[in-house]
């Protein structure tokens, strides 16, 4: 169990932490909900919601429990590392082309073939920046479940995932199964990936269930 947040600086993460991203540019970003509440106000409610995320990972991080990295979509590579380094995060990578799990699956792949010699055994967990409930609890019972599971998911009440997370095991080499023919946008996610982790004998475990901010009843839900 991590019980522990002040880890000293010479142990290393147990996990590195990959949030996935879309820019909050006005028009561009929580289309859903801009049509109830305007676009502005949807870019600003985008806005706010990445900020939280990577305020509750960097306060893992700076007790070096995770590393963190973050995947961002609808802006260019050089203005999201500079927007990174205005909010403290040093590692910032454009998402690419493709499917959310192609689009996944590099992230990890990157994230392997930079720490190939650092600590190869290590998990990974990814997760989305729409969660306004998120805190450290979650993502350090995620990390906890990496030790005893090789794949680990927080179900979404639209029934696909807000957290997936791996242990090394699935890395080492990487498998496919949980990238592939899942079908993406659909509330048929979770129920695919837990078939494919069953399928291949996969030990998982499943975090509390969480919703993420998508259209004017998700907000009204959030704010009571």
């Known amino acids: 169990m991590i019980n522990n947040l002040k880890a000293t600086k010479h142990i290393k993460p147990k996990a590195t932490l990959i949030m996935m991203s879309r820019w909050p540019a006005v028009g561009r970003c929580k289309t859903r ?11 600003c409610i985008q806005n706010k919601l990445i900020k939280h ?17 973050l995947a961002f979509s609808g802006i260019s590579s050089k203005a999201a590392k500079r927007w990174g380094l205005e ?19 590099r992230q990890v792949l990157l994230n392997q073939k930079s720490r190939q010699k650092k600590n190869p055994g290590r998990g990974t967990i990814l997760i989305g920046t729409d969660l306004p409930s998120l805190c450290r609890l979650d993502l350090i019972e995620a990390i ?9 998911l927080g179900p979404s009440l639209d029934g ?16 496919n199964w949980p990238f592939a023919g899942i079908p993406w946008g659909t509330n048929r996610v979770l129920q695919e990936t837990l078939r494919s982790a069953r399928r291949e004998n996969a030990r998982y475990k499943l975090l509390n269930v969480q919703n993420d901010i998508d259209t004017i009843e998700d907000l009204t839900s959030w704010q009571g």
């Open 33 to 43: 909900l801009a049509k109830s509440v305007g676009s502005e106000n949807a870019a």
């Open 87 to 105: 909010n403290g995060l040093r590692q910032v990578f454009p998402q690419g082309e493709g499917s959310l799990g192609l689009r996944m699956k």
């Open 160 to 175: 696909g995932y807000w957290l997936i997370g791996f242990s090394g095991k699935l890395l080492d080499p990487i498998v």
């Open 53 to 69: 995320t990577i305020s509750v990972a960097k306060e893992l991080e700076e007790s070096n429990l995770i590393e963190v990295r």
């Open 144 to 152: 906890e479940a990496l030790e005893m599971h090789e794949i680990v």
